[in-house]
């Protein structure tokens, strides 16, 4: 059976440090089910990036079980980790690094290629997501003809180009003003809602947690469900 949602368990991951070693996440747990969107707030330094660099198979924990839309990443060697995360998981990294020379469109064609598709429905899925960010009409612009807003939209428009099962963002807002950082934050909630996504979000900005369906604390690398809200 598969499920389309996100499962952490005990995960613990070393850093090396000096003589020793640093645990940057100390046996954390986390099932986020599809179609829902957990919010991940801590201090910097707490972990938060670490989570997601595991989820998206990017690190590899010194222990515990990673399990992405019902497939354990443990046994999985690199080459099938790198087309897991072309095919079932989306990256939204707080700086959108779009190809300059490519425009809106392109931008999330490209995604679609890179995983082998070119068919005549990879054009219409990028349009129909850039409908959904509401780039629409953007779709011929390039990178720098974008405001910072319309770029990170383009990020998340991309991340979604392969209809991901896992939607993986870290702080998506953090260069938006607040209006722009709610506008961000409504989207990524309906997606999650419309696409079906185990989405987790990392963010700093408190004010935006009312969108998520479920938030967690991260701190010094342990996680707690986060009573404040
Ligand atoms: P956050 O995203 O919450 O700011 P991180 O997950 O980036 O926290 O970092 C958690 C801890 O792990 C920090 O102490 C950080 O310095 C350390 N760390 C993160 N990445 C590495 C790395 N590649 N090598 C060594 N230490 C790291
Ligand atoms: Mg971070």
């Given at each position: 059976?598969?499920?389309?949602?996100?499962?952490?368990?005990?995960?613990?991951?070393?850093?090396?440090?000096?003589?020793?070693?640093?645990?940057?996440?100390?046996?954390?747990?986390?099932?986020?089910?599809?179609?829902?969107?957990?919010a991940v707030?801590?201090?910097?330094?707490?972990?938060k990036?670490?989570?997601?660099?595991?989820?998206?198979?990017?690190?590899?924990?010194?222990?515990?079980?990673?399990?992405?839309?019902?497939?354990?990443?443990?046994?999985?060697?690199?080459?099938?980790?790198?087309?897991?995360?072309?095919?079932?998981?989306?990256?939204?990294?707080?700086?959108?690094?779009?190809?300059?020379?490519?425009?809106?469109?392109?931008?999330?064609?490209?995604?679609?290629?890179?995983?082998?598709?070119?068919?005549?429905?990879?054009?219409?899925?990028?349009?129909?997501?850039?409908?959904?960010?509401?780039?629409?009409?953007?779709?011929?612009?390039?990178?720098?003809?974008?405001?910072?807003?319309?770029?990170?939209?383009?990020?998340?428009?991309?991340?979604?180009?392969?209809?991901?099962?896992?939607?993986?963002?870290?702080?998506?807002?953090?260069?938006?003003?607040?209006?722009?950082?709610?506008?961000?934050?409504?989207?990524?909630?309906?997606?999650?809602?419309?696409?079906?996504?185990?989405?987790?979000?990392v963010?700093?900005?408190?004010?935006?947690?009312?969108?998520?369906?479920?938030?967690v604390?991260?701190?010094?690398?342990?996680?707690?469900?986060?009573?404040?809200?």
């Amino acid at each position: 059976m598969t499920t389309n949602n996100l499962v952490l368990d005990d995960v613990t991951l070393t850093y090396p440090d000096g003589d020793g070693r640093l645990t940057a996440l100390d046996a954390v747990s986390l099932d986020v089910p599809a179609g829902t969107l957990t919010a991940v707030v801590g201090p910097s330094g707490s972990g938060k990036s670490s989570l997601l660099a595991v989820a998206a198979t990017l690190v590899t924990p010194d222990s515990g079980r990673v399990v992405v839309a019902g497939e354990d990443i443990g046994p999985l060697d690199q080459a099938a980790k790198a087309r897991l995360r072309r095919e079932r998981i989306g990256i939204v990294f707080q700086q959108p690094n779009l190809l300059p020379s490519l425009n809106t469109l392109e931008q999330l064609e490209v995604m679609a290629h890179l995983s082998g598709r070119k068919d005549g429905a990879v054009r219409e899925r990028a349009m129909t997501l850039l409908g959904a960010v509401g780039l629409a009409d953007q779709a011929h612009k390039r990178p720098h003809q974008l405001s910072g807003g319309q770029r990170q939209r383009v990020n998340i428009a991309r991340a979604l180009m392969n209809e991901p099962s896992v939607l993986l963002v870290d702080e998506p807002t953090s260069a938006l003003d607040h209006e722009r950082g709610a506008a961000v934050m409504e989207l990524l909630a309906g997606l999650t809602r419309e696409r079906g996504t185990a989405t987790v979000l990392v963010t700093h900005d408190r004010t935006h947690l009312g969108r998520a369906d479920r938030t967690v604390t991260v701190r010094d690398g342990r996680l707690t469900e986060d009573a404040s809200v």
